[in-house]
C-alpha cells in the first residue's frame, strides 16, 4: 500500500465499524477520502466489473450500494461505458 493509500485508510478508519461503514459522510473533502478508499480497497486496477459485482462489493460495506456506486462514478473514480454495461477503476 503506498504511504498515500495508508494515510487515507487512517483517515477514514472513524467511519468504520466492524468493518462496515457507519455513515457517508456529506462533507464533499471528507466523502472523496472515503471514495478513494473504497475504491483502492474494493477494486482491482485493469479489471472490468458487472453493475452486480460492484454491487456485491459496496455491499459488504454499506447497504446503500446504490449511493455509493453513483457517487463512485460522479467523481469519477470508476468508468462506465454509456449503455452501463460494465465498470473499472479509472486511470
Not at 16 to 23: A, D, P
Not at 46 to 60: C, G, I, K, M, S
Request: charged share 30%; hydrophobic share 35%; aromatic share 6%.
Amino acid at each position: 500500500m503506498s504511504d498515500n493509500a495508508t494515510a487515507g485508510a487512517r483517515g477514514v478508519a472513524g467511519l468504520f465499524s466492524g468493518g462496515r461503514l457507519t455513515v457517508i459522510p456529506r462533507r464533499p473533502a471528507r466523502r472523496e477520502q472515503l471514495l478513494v478508499h473504497l475504491t483502492e480497497t474494493l477494486f482491482e486496477r485493469d479489471r472490468a466489473y458487472t453493475e452486480r459485482e460492484v454491487n456485491d462489493a459496496l455491499r459488504a460495506v454499506h447497504d446503500d450500494c446504490a449511493a455509493l456506486r453513483r457517487y463512485l462514478v460522479v467523481a469519477g473514480l470508476l468508468e462506465r461505458p454509456r449503455d452501463g454495461s460494465s465498470y473499472r477503476r479509472a486511470r
